[in-house]
């Protein structure tokens, strides 16, 4: 099946359409939400409340990107509003300073972080953008796209995501400002 | 050997290591890279932490995701409109078995419920789907906002007896709105059997502006768009932008107030917001 064979099948609700178009993406779909969120039932009730939304509003995909581009936008946004609901600030880099302590801080952690703890103590924004980039490969336009951004400022967000990221594998739990968040997220 | 450039900015690296920057800029940091052991070890840094984020190991996700979403989809055209997405959802992955016999007789309960209660009028979707005004804005706002009215079973009425349909709202429907905007027609619509109120507005310019009154309680589906916080005048509520066009919603305890402007700045919005709702006391939260 083409994408779109795939497209038109979907539009009429065909269920082999949405299987195939399910098939192509869920997997990819389904890593990001998990990686997002760190929880494995509710990335499942994610993915579900995606592809429900996406098969029903179909009809509404104006093909300006690729569909399984507008499928990750649905899904990204389905986990910021999860994180919404669970009183979670998405996009907390703004108000946050980074801090590189000195390495003979006694604020530097003894242990080494592991790489999800580390992403899990980012916002969920900068956390995104890093999968998103790294993880499934989007470029910049995409990204833009999934995240309802200018393209202008996906580089700057991905460039203080790393620094975040690469100090929080630097100094383990010392990010005192993420913490609590990342506590929660478990 | 020519002077050598100084060391490569690390946002511009960052966008050299994505493969995003344009092939002269592109060209200049290749050429500092060939002669800058500093830089190379930043961009060794870059590749390194990208292999550290790919690491994650993570399964197929299971059959039963799919059978939940197909069982949701069925369930759908079965009854379309007794159920909205949002409550769809809440048949999730992991109740799904255990779920499956009280949905089954819930469906049908609500089916037997509309067939004897509505004979054979729409059940309207419980959820206020914002999503359909908001996709089609791109056709025109007024076509947009004709299809979410029609969408909740909108009714014209006049505006003396708005307050009349929808008894349990707070909200004005004034003849003019700050900004010159002129009231043209307004609105009960059906939030799963729970009243709201529309109004729209027309600008000498031909501009419109739309506002929905709906009870704080409803469920509000934005689609595939995003709402982000925000502070307008003394109120906080959440807003979605969508192109030029804005959709606010200022929450009190009794009402929603939601308007869809276009190129507005935050100060005439606040003065639209209170010709609107001129009781509304400022809340400390955005929720809904």
């Known amino acids: 099946m083409t994408e779109s064979e795939i497209l038109d099948g979907c539009r009429r609700g065909d269920r082999q359409a949405q299987r195939e178009l399910y098939l192509r993406t869920s997997n990819r779909i389904h890593r990001l939400l998990l990686r997002m969120i760190r929880d494995s039932e509710a990335a499942l009730d994610l993915a579900q409340a995606t592809y429900l939304k996406a098969f029903t509003r179909i009809g509404q995909f104006d093909g300006r990107s690729a569909v399984a581009t507008w499928i990750y936008r649905i899904a990204v946004t389905e986990a910021l509003q999860y994180f919404r609901r669970q009183g979670r600030d998405v996009d907390a880099a703004d108000s946050l300073d980074i801090v590189d302590p000195a390495p003979d801080s006694a604020r530097v952690a003894d242990v080494r972080m592991d790489i999800e703890d580390a992403l899990g103590m980012l916002d969920p924004v900068d956390r995104t953008i890093l999968l998103l980039r790294y993880d499934e490969g989007h470029d910049y336009r995409a990204m833009a796209e999934i995240l309802e951004c200018a393209e202008g400022t996906i580089a700057s967000r991905l460039h203080r995501a790393r620094q975040r990221l690469r100090l929080a594998l630097k100094n383990g739990y010392c990010l005192e400002e993420d913490a609590p968040a990342a506590h929660q997220m478990r | ?206 501009e419109i502006l739309a506002t929905v009154f709906h009870p704080p309680v409803k469920t509000e589906d934005f689609g595939s768009h995003r709402d982000f916080p925000c502070v307008i005048g003394k109120h906080r509520g959440h807003s979605v932008q969508v192109g030029d066009w804005r959709m606010v919603h200022l929450t009190d305890p009794s009402t929603c107030h939601c308007v869809l402007i276009r190129d507005t700045d935050d100060d005439q919005l606040a003065g639209v917001m209170s010709a609107i709702a001129p009781r509304s006391e400022p809340v400390q939260n955005n929720d809904h």
């Open chain 2, 1 to 206: 050997m020519g002077q050598m450039m100084s060391c490569i900015q690390p946002q511009q690296l960052g966008a050299f290591f994505d493969g995003q920057l344009p092939d002269a800029q592109r060209a200049q940091v290749q050429d500092h890279l060939k002669q800058c052991p500093d830089c190379m070890r930043q961009l060794a840094d870059l590749s390194a932490l990208r292999d550290r984020i790919v690491e994650f190991q993570s399964g197929d996700p299971p059959p039963e995701l799919w059978q939940s979403i197909e069982e949701s989809l069925d369930a759908k055209e079965h009854r379309d409109s007794a159920f909205s997405v949002r409550q769809l959802v809440q048949l999730t992955v992991r109740r799904k078995l255990a779920a499956a016999a009280s949905i089954a007789a819930a469906i049908g309960i609500i089916g037997f419920a509309a067939y004897w209660f509505g004979r054979g009028e729409p059940v309207q979707a419980a959820a206020i789907d914002f999503s359909i005004l908001l996709d089609s804005l791109s056709d025109g706002a007024v076509e947009a906002f004709d299809q979410f009215v029609a969408h909740h079973g909108g009714r014209l009425i006049d505006p003396a007896n708005a307050h009349r349909q929808a008894p349990r709202l707070d909200f004005e429907v004034p003849a003019e709105l700050p900004g010159g905007w002129r009231r043209e027609n307004t609105y009960q619509l059906d939030f799963g059997g729970t009243p709201g109120i529309a109004a729209r507005y027309a600008r000498a310019d031909g």
